[in-house]
């Protein structure tokens, strides 16, 4: 008896079907290594480090940044304008006392007027002496009932006359000696010169000084706070001062000036602190640090490491161990003092706070505490 062949479309189809039947023990051995593999990760304990929140005194301070300036700074400007500078008798970095020369314009046309209004003030002079005498004749006459009285008023009013022109001729000097005065420019104060605008030959205008004076024997520090910590700030309150030119060096100042109002486009309020620099090492320019001591204050205490901050925004969080797992609490925080920082609420005294492991922890992961400190003093 002659056997039938197999068609195409049987074996086609047992082939598919071998292909799914392999396919799906496939998949199942694949999900079955990755549940135990979740398994185990899930299982793992993230070794951590933590400390026990303890109360601590902070130092309440505030630091600042702000440039040192000098305590006065005067721009030296001509009085006469369109007159040739002829000396400048000053230059950058020399030291002046106060009501020295520091430059002189051409006074030339200035000399020959008051030489002139001196001359007609002594011609006045002569005719009021001449006048008095011829006054002093007069009124004798007239005692003797030798002349008029007529005669007499009418000298008593040359003689007013020849006192006013004197008065007249002696403003006039004045005015001319007050001119020539104007083209001579001394130092209104006793300082550096730190600027010379123009030199000698160049023609005085208004509004372009010559040189500029600083005082730098006394220094100001113009700076500003917010104000949740304007109230705080206080006339007469010490500074520390350090600078990045003299790391080394702590300077003391004292807050002087206060502004009584706040800004409303920024929220702060500026004050100013004074410090003495008779020894010349800080210089008006340099960048400086502030460190304001504001008292202390008790609260409970973290580490930096241990906060993180919520992406997006300006909020905190920690994780705490709580029976083996880590817990994410969010904390809000106060004062910070160095590598401390106050939290104000969100953690409560004797918890332990994650400070070392938390890039890997979740809220609810299980953990395995491997070192344990007191406090925020032995962290480094």
């Known amino acids: 008896m ?15 079907i071998a292909v799914i039947i ?23 304990k993230i070794p951590v480090r933590t400390f026990v929140v303890t109360t601590r005194t902070l130092d309440h301070t505030i630091g600042l940044t702000a440039d ?17 500078i002829e000396q400048i008798l000053v230059d950058r970095g020399d030291t002046v ?52 009285r007529q005669r007499l008023d009418h000298i008593m009013a040359q003689k007013d006359s020849a006192y006013a022109q004197v008065d007249r001729a002696r403003a006039a000097l004045d005015q001319l000696e007050i001119l020539r005065a104007d083209h001579r420019m001394y130092a209104p104060i006793t300082g550096l010169v730190s600027a010379r605008y123009l030199d000698p ?27 949740k910590d304007f109230h705080l700030i206080e006339k007469g309150m010490k500074c520390e001062i350090t600078t990045d030119a003299i790391p080394q060096r702590v300077f003391i100042g004292f807050i002087t000036v206060m502004n009584p109002t706040l800004n409303p486009s920024t929220r702060t309020g500026e004050f100013e602190v004074h410090l003495d620099n008779k020894d010349m090492l800080l210089r008006s320019g340099m960048f400086a640090h502030l460190t304001l001591h504001l008292g ?12 993180q901050k919520i992406p997006g925004t300006g909020d905190y969080f920690v994780y705490v161990v709580k029976n083996g797992k880590a817990e994410l609490r969010n904390v809000e925080t106060g004062l910070a003092t160095g590598n401390t920082v106050q939290v104000t609420t969100g953690l409560e005294e004797n918890e332990e706070v994650v400070v070392l492991g938390q890039n890997r922890l979740k809220d609810g992961t299980e953990v395995v505490v491997e070192s344990r400190q007191k406090g925020v003093e032995g962290l480094q």
């Open 2 to 16: 002659e056997q039938r062949p197999v068609s195409r479309k049987k074996v086609l189809l047992a082939t598919v």
């Open 68 to 84: 040192i300036r000098p305590i006065a700074e005067v721009d030296v400007f001509p009085k006469v304008p369109g007159k040739i």
């Open 201 to 227: 030959g160049a023609l005085s205008a208004p509004g372009v000084p010559v040189v500029r004076i600083t005082d730098e024997s006394r220094l100001k520090i113009v700076a500003g706070v917010t104000e």
């Open 296 to 307: 202390t204050v008790n609260g409970l205490a973290v580490s930096r490491e241990a906060l």
């Open 22 to 44: 392999a396919g799906l023990a496939a998949y199942s051995v694949f999900t079955y290594m990755e549940t135990r593999s979740i398994t185990y990760s899930t299982t793992e």
């Open 97 to 148: 006392r106060k009501g020295a020369l520091v430059a002189v314009l051409e006074e030339r046309a200035v000399n020959a007027q008051v030489k002139e209004a001196r001359a007609a003030y002594e011609l006045t002079l002569t005719n009021r002496v001449v006048m008095d005498k011829d006054y002093a004749r007069l009124a004798n006459l007239y005692e003797e009932k030798a002349v008029a």
